[in-house]
């Protein structure tokens, strides 16, 4: 689902919300960044290879063209999937990918829309690509279509107010510190963000609506670091959230004697 310039995602319980859809201006600056580092790396795959120039000029040739494609194609791949969703130009324009379902992008997307760059790419300078974006109501090229995904905008935000969110309470998540690093490895930080945003109004949600939406974080938090049944029983969806919140935005507290 969509409206003007948001990718506005439903949940099955009825939550709704939304993100900015990265503008196409955004895209093509993140690109040219993307471009740039792209270019580097293979002057520095070039050079290396111009070694085997001095055996055969065809083969090197060859093998530069081949690392060229190589490295436009593994790059996007290899840092979309490390960074979630980010390239060194989409983290400098504040643009992450992400499912346009709302769920953590999986490889097999990340792979798909990389690997059908050359067609967006065609027949120059992203002419069927931006085509594409233009008509698409999720600012989509072509290889986001066949993927499924979406580029959304996350500005920065102010520095957030984590005793506002989160209390001082005591954080049963931590009693397990290796769940509790391994959902801060895992976690989207697309999820992470709204999580918090949620904490930070929740005051002002409709109360059928705040405890569908925190049950729906709640849920979708613990499939990054499912914690054990006898520390989560008890627990509603807010106060899930909360802990996970306090994990996730809260660096580690030094544990005591230690």
Same mark, same amino acid.
Request: glycine share 8%; with cysteine; hydrophobic share 50%.
């Given at each position: 689902?969509?409206? =003007?310039? #948001? ?11 939304s %993100?900015?859809?990265?503008?196409p201006? #955004?895209r ?10 792209i270019?580097?790396?293979?002057g #520095?795959?070039?050079?290396? @290879?111009a ?6 000029p ?5 093998a530069?063209?081949l690392? /060229? ?5 593994g ?16 983290? %400098? ?13 999986r ?6 829309r ?10 120059? /300078?992203?002419?069927l690509?931006?085509a ?6 999720r $600012?989509?090229?072509?290889?986001? %279509? ?14 957030? &107010? ?8 005591y ?9 509790? =690093?391994?959902?801060?490895?895992n $976690?989207?930080?697309?999820? #992470?963000? @709204?999580?918090?945003r $949620?904490? !930070?109004?929740? &005051?002002?949600l *409709? ?5 569908? !939406?925190?049950? *729906?974080l =709640?849920?979708? %938090?613990? *499939?990054?670091a ?8 008890g627990?509603?969806? *807010?106060? /899930? ?6 994990? !996730?935005?809260?660096p ?6 230690g």
């Amino acid at each position: 689902m969509s409206r =003007a310039g #948001a990718l506005t995602v439903r949940t099955p319980e009825g939550v709704t919300f939304s %993100l900015p859809l990265a503008s196409p201006a #955004a895209r093509c600056l993140a690109w040219a960044v993307d471009f740039g580092c792209i270019s580097v790396a293979s002057g #520095a795959v070039g050079a290396a @290879l111009a070694l085997l120039g001095l055996a055969s000029p065809d083969l090197a040739g060859a093998a530069a063209i081949l690392a /060229y494609f190589a490295l436009s194609l593994g790059y996007g791949m290899a840092l979309e999937w490390t960074w979630r969703g980010q390239t060194v130009g989409k983290r %400098l324009f504040h643009l992450r990918v992400v499912d346009q379902e709302g769920l953590r992008v999986r490889f097999s997307q990340i792979a798909a829309r990389n690997l059908l760059r050359p067609l967006d790419m065609f027949p120059a /300078y992203y002419l069927l690509g931006g085509a594409a974006c233009l008509l698409s109501r999720r $600012a989509q090229r072509l290889g986001d %279509l066949a993927a499924g995904t979406a580029v959304v905008r996350q500005p920065p935000v102010a520095e957030p &107010d984590l005793d506002q969110a989160v209390g001082q309470r005591y954080n049963s998540f931590r009693d397990h510190p290796h769940l509790a =690093a391994r959902l801060r490895q895992n $976690a989207d930080p697309a999820l #992470a963000a @709204l999580a918090l945003r $949620a904490l !930070l109004r929740r &005051d002002g949600l *409709e109360p059928s609506v705040r405890v569908a !939406l925190f049950a *729906e974080l =709640a849920e979708r %938090l613990g *499939e990054a670091a499912p914690f054990p049944p006898e520390t989560v029983r008890g627990l509603t969806g *807010e106060q /899930y959230v909360r802990n996970a919140v306090d994990i !996730l935005f809260r660096p580690a507290l030094p544990r005591p004697g230690g």
